[in-house]
Structure formats: structure tokens, C-alpha cells
């Protein structure tokens, strides 16, 4: 038994819960520490790659998901751990304000429940796609999950943006908290008797964990995808912790304002994603390989557009740059799901769930290094330059080249387009 467009959307709908509880503690929280606490930029980049760090993890919650043969608990419980651990970081923020060292202890055993959270239920939950959905529908399915994580994430940085203006500790803590238990109660309802008998493979055989990540990474295709993520994610995330603090100190956005900026990017994420999705599943046009170079040079192209704006200052055309950012990102992130989906259930059958946690810590480190790299970047900057404009320009630069690495990696790489689905659906 197989999972239904009904359940797929389902499920995607548990993405677009993680989502939403995760991009208030990489943007909003992020961007308070910096602007309103007057933080070196770096404080929330360790922060964050503390929670990114955590997830090298995530080979262990899929190989668990592969031997339990129950991946929805895995999801429901990490989501449990997830939306706590996002409440206690918008509560350190405010303790920070008043004891920096007290706030700073809570921060890090709140990021840690981050990475412990979204690693368990995010790498279940693509294990249980990989596994339960039929392939010729797994393109697809990988389409609708991320359209439907993108635009909740999307709805959620515009609804608490406009929330929090004007900004009170209180406001925070109320909108945290509606978004944190709001994300769980909706996620569990989605996934209500979803999993049933024979919809997943039977448990794999009791074998340690280290034997099951050794038979993956004897894999080809599994041990050079994972070159690729790395690689390509490290450019994805380089800007997530400075692009709120830019528009704060360089265009003189509000904690709102700045909030909404991570919707207009989002946004721009979902159209990417919605363009591939329609040209590739519906239309053929093209091979995975190509939206993947597509994408990652038309977001080096667009970062290049945003350190330029910089010299304008108040009133140039942010959010419209950041959008097309956005949509660049959405080409080349729904491209690469696509290849991680099909690639996940070639192999050893049952290694679903570790495969898909090989190649998420890949990105989890990946884009904690990333971040921690352009946030460190910039306080370097910063204080070599009387600019900030001219500060995160330049590390804005240096990620439009990380891009154009990863688009020479992957014409490697993926040495050939992954074929195009026959159809959506099953032919008669």
C-alpha cells in the first residue's frame, strides 16, 4: 500500500509545521539579538549552528525509523521537543536583555532541543515519503511537501512579523508560543492513522547502526550526493543570519518589517518551487540537473543584486531583490529534494531512513557552518570597514560564489539528468 496525493499533502503539511516553528529561531530571534541587544552577529550564528551541529544526529533518528518501522512517532515526538525548545529560545532572549550569561545557558539548551527536534521529525518524515510513496509519483510528492512548507513558512514570518510590530517582550513570548503549539496540535492531526500496516516496509534487521551508515556509504551515488549537499547547502545558508540584521542596520527596517522579509523570501521559494514542479512533473521541461545549475546561478546572480542595494540605503528595492533571491533558491532546492527523493530509495531496501539522514547532516552541518561563517564574516567586516553596507556586501559576494561552485559541482555530480517521471499518476 501506497500513500495517496491526500496524504502526501498531508505530510505536507508536517513540514510546514516544522518550518514555521524553525524560521522564527533562524530569522526573528536572530535578528533581536543583533539589532535590539546590540550582539556581535556571531552570538546567534553559534547558536544556530549549535542546533545545526546537533543534527549530525539524524543518521541515527532514520536508522531508528528504518528498524522500529515506525516513523510517525519519531515525528510526533521530535516535533514535541522541537516547539519547546523554540518557546525557551524566545524566553532566553529576554532573560539575555536583563542577565546575558543566565540567558545565554538557556539559549544553548534551547538550540540543542532545536536540533534534537527537527532532526528527528524532519528525517523521519522523508523516510517515511521515500518509503511509503510509489516512485513515479515521488517527484511530485517532493514538490507539493516543500510548496506546502514554503508557503506556511511564508504565512508564518508575514502573520508574526506584522504580530510583534510594535515589539514588546510579552508580543514575542505570545506569538512564539501561538506558533510552537499551534505547529504541534496541526501536525498531529495530519498525522493521524496515516501510517498503517503495509504502507512502509517491515523493520530491516537488527543490525548496529554504525553497519547500517557503512552499507550507505558504500554506495556511489549515495557517498557523492552527499559531496554535493554539502556543498550546495553550505551556499544556501550563508546569508540566513545576516540578511534581517542588513535590512536592520543598512536599510533601517523595524523587528516587523524585517520579520516580513523573510515572507517576501519565502515566498520567492515557493513560486521557484511551484515553477519547477509545473515545467518538470507536468510539462518534462528539462532534467533535475539542469534546474539544479539554474538555480544556484541565478541565486548568485540575485545575492550580487542585494550587496549592490546597499549603497542606495532606506528605500531601495529590498524585498523585491530578496524575492527574486527566494525564487532562484526555490529552483535550485526543489530540484535537489527531487534528486534526494529519487536517490533515496536506490540501494540496500530498508536504508531509506539512513540514507535520508546521511545526506540531512550533511546539510545540517553544512548549513551551520555556513551560517556561522557569514555571521563571523561580518563582524570582521564590519570593523575593517566604516561601511556596513560595504561589509555585508562582501560576504553577500562571497556566498554568490559558493553558488556558482556548487553549479560546476553538480554538472559533475549528477553526471546525467535523473529521468523525468512517466506521469503523475499511474497509468490505466
Known amino acids: 500500500m501506497t500513500l495517496g496525493w491526500i496524504a502526501i499533502l498531508r505530510l505536507g503539511l508536517v513540514q510546514m509545521c516544522i518550518g514555521s516553528i524553525v524560521v522564527l529561531t533562524t530569522s526573528t530571534l536572530n535578528r533581536l539579538m543583533v539589532v535590539e541587544l546590540a550582539l556581535p ?26 528498524t522500529t518501522g515506525n516513523r510517525s512517532f519519531w515525528i510526533v515526538a521530535g516535533l514535541g521537543v522541537l516547539g519547546l525548545g523554540a518557546f525557551l529560545a524566545a524566553c532566553a532572549v529576554l532573560v539575555m536583555a536583563q542577565a546575558f550569561w543566565p540567558g ?64 514588546s517582550p510579552t508580543r514575542l513570548l505570545q506569538v512564539v508560543g501561538l506558533v510552537a503549539s499551534g505547529a504541534v496540535a496541526l501536525a498531529c492531526l495530519a498525522l493521524r492513522s496515516i501510517e498503517r500496516p503495509g504502507m512502509t516496509p517491515s523493520p530491516v534487521e537488527r543490525t548496529s547502526f ?36 542588513y535590512a536592520g542596520l543598512v536599510f533601517a527596517y523595524t523587528p516587523g518589517q524585517s520579520t516580513t522579509l523573510a515572507g517576501a523570501q519565502n515566498a520567492g ?21 539542469l534546474w539544479v545549475v539554474l538555480g544556484c546561478t541565478g541565486s548568485a546572480l540575485m545575492l550580487i543584486l542585494i550587496a549592490a542595494l546597499g549603497s542606495l540605503g532606506p528605500g531601495a528595492p529590498l524585498p523585491a531583490a530578496v524575492f527574486g533571491l527566494g525564487l532562484c533558491n526555490g529552483v535550485f532546492a526543489v530540484a ?18 539512513t540514507r535520508m539522514g546521511l545526506w540531512g547532516a550533511a546539510q545540517a552541518i553544512s548549513a551551520g557552518f555556513g551560517g556561522l561563517i557569514g555571521a563571523a564574516l561580518v563582524d570582521v567586516m564590519r570593523a575593517a570597514f566604516a561601511s556596513d553596507a ?21 554538472m559533475r555530480i549528477l553526471d546525467a539528468p535523473l529521468p523525468v517521471p512517466k506521469r503523475l499518476t499511474p497509468r490505466a
Not at 546569508?239 to 534581517?244: D, N, T, V
Not at 535537489?336 to 531509506?352: F, N, V, Y
Request: charged residues 10%.
Open 336 to 353: 535537489a529534494i527531487g534528486c534526494m527523493m529519487a536517490l533515496a530509495g536506490q540501494g540496500r531496501a530498508g536504508r531509506e531512513g
Open 210 to 245: 554504525r553497519e547500517g551508515l557503512a552499507e550507505v556509504w558504500q554506495e556511489p551515488k549515495a557517498r557523492r550526493f552527499t559531496v554535493f549537499v554539502f556543498l550546495s547547502m553550505g551556499a544556501y545558508f550563508v546569508q540566513e543570519l545576516i540578511l534581517e540584521p
Open 269 to 289: 521559494v515557493f513560486c521557484g518551487m511551484a515553477l519547477v514542479g509545473m515545467l518538470f512533473s507536468g510539462f518534462r521541461v528539462g532534467g533535475l540537473r
Open 104 to 167: 545565554m545557558a538557556l539559549s544553548m539548551l534551547a538550540y540543542a532541543m532545536i536540533g534534537v527536534g527537527a532532526g528527528a521529525s524532519g528525517t523521519s518524515l522523508l523516510a517515511l515519503l521515500a518509503s511509503a510513496v510509489a516512485p513515479e509519483r515521488r517527484a511530485a510528492a517532493a514538490t507539493i511537501t516543500w510548496l506546502t512548507m514554503i508557503g506556511g513558512i511564508a504565512l508564518t514570518a508575514t502573520l508574526a512579523g506584522l504580530a510583534l510590530d510594535p515589539y
Open 390 to 410: 560595504a561589509a555585508f556586501g562582501l560576504v553577500f559576494c562571497l556566498e554568490a560564489a559558493l553558488f556558482l561552485a556548487a553549479a560546476a559541482m553538480a
Open 41 to 66: 552577529a556571531v552570538l546567534p550564528g553559534l547558536l544556530v549552528g549549535l542546533h545545526y551541529a546537533i543534527q549530525i544526529t539524524r543518521p541515527n533518528w532514520g536508522f531508528l525509523s528504518d
